[in-house]
């Protein structure tokens, strides 16, 4: 069992900054791909951006540019650093761990996530 516990949201002006943390527990981190998803009021959850074991990234066409995804094995944490935020990525951003072990179906975690809030 992992547990995931995200921090870091809160209300900023549009333009500003927000950086996310995500810090899991138990072991096999480095091994996991970690993702940041948010959800908007009235629409289902989608990724923002994730990020392999191998520190490959992937970002949301949206967001491109403007938000970094990043780790720290050694810490067991995740970050999601946000710039020139925009009233449009108000949320609530959920961290994702995605982990699969060799002959066995994958092993998938959310934490409970942080609301962010982007005032125009």
């Known amino acids: 069992q992992v547990q995931l516990v995200e921090s870091g949201g809160g209300l900023v002006q549009a333009g500003g900054s927000l950086r996310l943390s995500c810090t899991a527990s138990?072991?096999?981190?480095?091994?996991?791909?970690m993702g940041w998803y948010r959800r908007s009021s009235e629409a289902q959850r989608e990724l923002v951006a994730d990020i392999t074991s191998n520190g490959i990234t992937n970002y949301a066409h949206s967001v491109n540019g403007r938000f970094t995804v990043s780790r720290d094995n050694a810490k067991n944490t995740v970050y999601l650093q946000m710039n020139n935020l925009k009233p449009e990525d108000t949320g609530i951003y959920y961290c994702?761990?995605?982990?699969?072990?060799?002959?066995?179906?994958?092993?998938?975690?959310w934490g409970r996530g942080t609301q962010v809030t982007v005032s125009s």
């Open positions: 138990g072991e096999f981190f480095s091994l996991a791909t």
């Open positions: 994702h761990s995605e982990r699969r072990p060799p002959g066995a179906l994958p092993l998938s975690f």
